[in-house]
C-alpha cells in the first residue's frame, strides 16, 4: 500500500511517501528554523502561514522523487496533533481536501506515535513489550508498549521537556535556536566532568523526569561565577562550552538512568528512543550502553527521522490502516491529542502535590 505522509504539526512542513510502512520513496522536509530564528522559538502565527505557502510545493516535490502521482496513492496519514492549531490544520484540511477528491481513505495520526513509528523505518521488527523514549522539544515520555498499539506512559516530564530545556539554557548562554545541536556542538570542546549539576528527583516516588530545576540551577552558576551570555562574532569561552558539556551530562544522565531502571523492571525487549533530542549523540552514546549492559536491542532513527518528518507519519497511519482504522472528514486537529491508553494517570499525577528535589 502507498501512503502519502503529511506533517505540519510545528515548524516543519513535510511530506512522504511510504510503501507498507516500511519503505521510504521519498520524504521532504521543509524546515522553517531559518524564519523563527530571530525570534528565538517558533511564533506560531509566522508557523502557519508558511506551512499555508510550502504544503502543495512540498507534496508535489514527495510525489515527484516517489516517481509516482497523485493517482497511485492509496491513503494518506497526517498529523492530527498534539502540536500547534494553526499549524496542525493547514495539513489536516489539505489531507482532507486530497482523501475527498481522490476517494482514498485518510488517517489522522498522533505525532508522537509517529516518533515511535520512526524506528519501524529503519531496524528491524520491534519485539514487545518495548520500552520507548520519545524526547523533543514539545515532549519527554517514556511509554511502555505491551502490544503494537497499547501504550502506556511509565515516565513523563513533569515540568519542561529535555528539548525545551536545551533550547532554553542555550538562550540563556547567548547561543543560537534551536539550542539542542549548539549545545551538543559546544559541548564536545568542554570538559563534562568541570561542572557536575545534580539529576532532579521527584519526591512522590514515580520515576518522572524534570529539568526545570536544572535549568534554575545553570542560572544559578553563571550568576554566582559572573559567567556573561556569549555574543554574536565572538569566539565562545571555555566556561560556556564547560557548563554546556555539564548540562548535556545531567540530561543524558537523567534521561539513560531513567531508562534503563524502566527497562529491567518491566521486562523490556527492545529499546527506542526517537524525537529530536535522539540526535544527540551523547545521548544514543550512553543509552546504547545500557542497551549492551542489559543486552537488548536498542533501535535509533537516523538523524533526518528523528527531527519532525512525514514518512514516520506514513508509517505509523500504515499500522492503523492494515487494522482497517481510518478517520472520517469530520476528523480536525486536535492540540490536546495523548498518546496513552493504557492506565492513564496523568489527572492524578496533576492533582498531587510533588516537590522536586535537586
Ligand atoms: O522532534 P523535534 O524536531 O520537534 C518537536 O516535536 O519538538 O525536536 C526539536 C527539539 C529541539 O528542542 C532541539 O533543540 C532538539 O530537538 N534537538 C536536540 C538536538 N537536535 C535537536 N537536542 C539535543 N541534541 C541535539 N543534537
Ligand atoms: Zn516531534
Known sequence: MLVLG??????????????????????????????????????PELASR??????????????????????????IAVTQGPGLIG??????CYAKA????????????????????????????????????IVSGGHTNIFHITEPGKY????????????????????????????????ECLAAGGDQGRIRFPVAKISDGTPDLSFSGLKTAVARYMREHMITPATAGTEVSDEIRHLAAGFQTAVVRSLAGTLEKLAIKLRSRTLIVAG???????????????????????????????????????????????????????MTADISLRLQNVENIDDKLKQAKVKYRL
Open 152 to 183: 502506556k506512559v511509565v515516565s513523563r516530564t513533569r515540568d519542561d521537556a529535555a528539548g525545551e530545556a536545551f533550547d532554553k539554557v542555550a538562550k540563556m548562554l547567548g547561543l543560537g535556536y534551536p539550542g539542542g545541536p549548539i549545545i
Open 276 to 330: 529530536g533530542v535522539a540526535c544527540n549523540e551523547a545521548l544514543r552514546a550512553s543509552v546504547q550502553e545500557i542497551a549492551d549492559r542489559v543486552n537488548l536491542p536498542a533501535y535509533f532513527p537516523s538523524k533526518h527521522l528523528s527531527t519532525d518528518n512525514a514518512a514516520m507519519i506514513a508509517a505509523a497511519g500504515y499500522f492503523h490502516l492494515d487494522r482497517g482504522e481510518t478517520s472520517d472528514l469530520t
Open 98 to 133: 486530497l482523501a475527498f477528491s481522490l476517494e482514498i481513505p485518510i488517517v489522522g495520526v498522533n505525532h508522537i506515535e509517529g516518533h515511535v513509528y520512526s524506528v519501524a523505518l529503519e531496524n528491524p521488527p520491534v519485539k514487545y513489550p518495548a520500552l520507548a523514549l
Open 6 to 43: 503529511i506533517e505540519s504539526s510545528c515548524d516543519e512542513t513535510a511530506a512522504a511517501v511510504v510503501r507498507d510502512g516500511r519503505q521510504i520513496l521519498s520524504s521532504v522536509i521543509a524546515s522553517q528554523i531559518e524564519l523563527h530564528k530571530p525570534w528565538g522559538g517558533v511564533v
Open 87 to 92: 499549524s496542525l490544520l493547514v495539513g489536516v
Open 50 to 75: 508558511e506551512h499555508l505557502a510550502k504544503i502543495g510545493p512540498v507534496i508535489d516535490d514527495a510525489l515527484q522523487r516517489a516517481g509516482c502521482r497523485l493517482d497511485d496513492i492509496e491513503a
